[in-house]
């Protein structure tokens, strides 16, 4: 079936720019996450979403970031006002179900964000 | 808390020899852990997962990995490279139920010479 699908994969904007990342995920899965990929900090968790609780943000960086997920399903990532430190690779994971041990989350293939 | 450090940032090997990835985690509870593939601009793939079942685990692509509780390490092996593997590994731990958050490694990258 299909995977985890991201858009756009590519994403070249100006500072002070706001941008919006889509993640699709595997049709069926209720768990919802973001990550960023950079060069210095590695890869690190931003958001999660499980089915109509309140999403864990405790990972965003900033103010500035903010992620919804509508109908369960279809999840945009925004960036406000973007700075250059905000260049990465953004991925997004589905699950199955969560709360259980070892649950395996699918990648995307991410969206390369390079703020100039 | 729980963190994974991979123990080399670069591996390179020859085609139709071994691999070695080395991981260790710490944690404070006994954690499921995973290796994740990602070639060039593509997504993260599973190779396979830990999950307190047997120690021994198998992946895809021929690969495996043993859990050592005592040594807090789970490195993957290949027994015999194939070019097809130049790539970044990753290990990630989940710590016990209910936490979605994976932590991840730094990665390893895997140059493969013919």
């Known amino acids: 079936g299909a995977g985890v699908s991201q858009s756009p994969s590519n994403k070249v904007t100006e500072k002070g720019k706001d941008v919006e990342l889509r993640c699709d995920p595997i049709?069926?899965?209720?768990?919802l996450y973001w990550y960023r990929q950079s060069l210095g900090q590695g890869l690190e968790f931003l958001i999660y979403?499980?089915?109509?609780?309140?999403?864990?943000k405790s990972g965003l960086p900033s103010d500035r970031f903010s992620a919804e997920r509508t109908g369960g399903s279809v999840s945009t990532l925004t960036i406000q006002r973007t700075q250059q430190e905000d260049s990465a690779v953004y991925l997004c994971?589905?699950?199955?179900?969560?709360?259980?041990?070892?649950?395996?989350?699918?990648f995307g293939p991410g969206t390369r964000l390079l703020v100039l | 808390a729980q963190s994974v450090t991979q123990l080399d940032s670069h591996v390179s090997v020859s085609e139709g020899t071994p691999v070695l990835l080395r991981c260790n985690y710490s944690?404070?509870?006994?954690?499921?852990l995973f290796w994740y593939v990602q070639h060039p601009n593509k997504g993260l793939q599973l190779l396979l997962k830990?999950?307190?079942?047997?120690?021994l685990v198998k992946g895809i692509n021929g690969f495996e990995a043993e859990f050592k509780k005592s040594e807090t390490s789970f490195h993957l092996t290949k027994p015999s490279a194939h070019m097809s593997d130049a790539a970044e590994y990753f290990c990630?731990?989940?710590?016990?139920?209910?936490?979605?958050?994976?932590?991840f490694g730094a990665g390893t990258t895997v140059t493969v010479r013919a």
């Open positions: 994971a589905s699950s199955l179900v969560t709360g259980v041990s070892g649950v395996t989350q699918y």
């Open positions: 049709s069926g899965h209720t768990a």
């Open positions: 979403f499980q089915g109509n609780s309140a999403p864990d």
């Open positions: 944690s404070s509870y006994s954690p499921s």
């Open positions: 830990y999950t307190s079942a047997a120690t």
């Open positions: 990630v731990v989940n710590p016990s139920s209910n936490d979605y958050k994976l932590s």
